[in-house]
Structures are given as C-alpha cells and as structure tokens.
T-cell receptor, first 113, second 113 residues
C-alpha cells in the first residue's frame, strides 16, 4: 500500500505563473488535507476535502488559491499568479473516514523566483 | 490564532538521557492529541497519540502525557537516541473532527552522541 504521493517534489515558478500541486491519497482514504509550512514556521492548515467536496477551506487565502479533489484522480492545490511569499513547503495528508491520524506525503517545495 | 503552542523552538539532549517536549493548547474542544516527527525534506510521520479520556499513552521509548486541566501535553523520549533528532510537531483536534487538526510550530530536537 503506497503512501501519500505528492508531485512534483520541487517546483520553481516565476512570479505571475500558476503552480499546480498534486496529491494522491493512500488507497482507501477519502479525506485529504493540505498544509503549508513557511520557513521557520509550523504547519498551517489550509483546506480539507472529501471526494468532490470542499469541507473546510478556512485556512486558504481568499484569492489566488483553490483546491479540488475530483471523483477520479488526485487532489490538486492550485495557486494562480504566484508571488514570492507563496514560496513554502506544501504538504498533503490523507485519512480514512474513521482514522485517528492523518498520513502525510513528502511535500512539494515551491520556490517562486 | 495560535491554538496549539510549542514554546521551545529547540531542545538539545545527550544520548541516553530523557527528552521532554512540551505543548500547550487553548481550545477546550480539542480532545485528541497527536505527535508527529519530521525529518528534513520529508513529510511528517505519525508518532503517538492520546485521547482526552486518558492521561498517559506509552509506545516503546515514547510516552505522551496529557493534563487536561492545564491544557498541556508532553512527549517523553527515553532513552534518547541520535536518530531521534528531528522536528516534533504537536497537533490537536476534536476526536471525530479531522479537519480541525491544528499544529504547533514544532520543536527541533537534537540528540548528541
């Protein structure tokens, strides 16, 4: 059973471009969470999704950021018109319906130049 | 708002000694607590958890203590090993409410040989 898979591991974008981060949850997991880790900071909750539904996006910036978890395929975190402040490590986690803990992917490190 | 606080950004201990990592929370609705361990360039991995009906949970060298009245939990590692050197994140949430999981800023543990 493969773990949570995130790709790409590293992503470099110029200011103003779009960044797409992908997350494939563990098999059988229908809950996906995205977190952001800024340099020297902890993990900040961004969004919680179930298949085809956004359950809680209270941690998402109001503009430029969006997330989806379609019926088929990975969850996507999309950042439009990236700025230098978006540079961070973005982690995805997944859990089955009744699990205590969430399992994390290895993260995508986004660098905006 | 910082609902989960880890006030020590770093901790250094000698191999074989006890490591004690502390965590405080403010939200009285939290009743499930987790510790994650994170190595550089990797995603956080689940270490140990405790629900509010317990005050102690032990797994090998790792023990988590919960003091609900003080809204405080701690992770004890005995004996500490150099391979334990990592960043440790405390997390808290409602027992059946995964999307409310909030993380502390992390404590970097260094175990010296």
């Amino acid at each position: 059973n493969a773990g949570v898979m995130q790709n790409p591991r590293h992503l470099v974008r110029r200011r103003g471009q779009e960044a797409r981060l992908r997350c494939s949850p563990m098999k059988g997991h229908s809950h996906v969470y995205w977190y952001r880790q800024l340099p020297e900071e902890g993990l900040k909750f961004m969004v919680y999704l179930q298949k085809e539904n956004i359950i809680d996006e209270s941690g998402m910036p109001k503009e430029r950021f969006s997330a989806e978890f379609p019926k088929e395929g990975p969850s996507i975190l999309r950042i439009q018109q990236v700025v230098r402040g978006d540079s961070a490590a973005y982690f995805c986690a997944s859990s089955p319906v009744d699990s205590g803990e969430a399992f994390f992917g290895q993260g995508t490190r986004l660098t905006v130049v | 708002d910082q609902q989960v606080k880890q006030n020590s950004p770093s901790l250094s201990v000698q191999e074989g000694r006890i490591s004690i990592l502390n965590c405080d929370y403010t939200n009285s609705m939290f009743d499930y607590f987790l510790w994650y361990k994170k190595y550089p360039a990797e995603g956080p991995t689940f270490l140990i958890s405790i629900s509010s009906i317990k005050d102690k949970n032990e797994d090998g060298r790792f023990t988590v203590f919960l003091n609900k009245s003080a809204k405080h939990l701690s992770l004890h590692i005995v004996p500490s090993q150099p391979g334990d050197s990592a960043v440790y994140f405390c997390a808290a949430r409602g027992l059946y409410n995964n999307n409310d999981m909030r993380f502390g800023a992390g404590t970097r543990l260094t175990v010296k040989p």
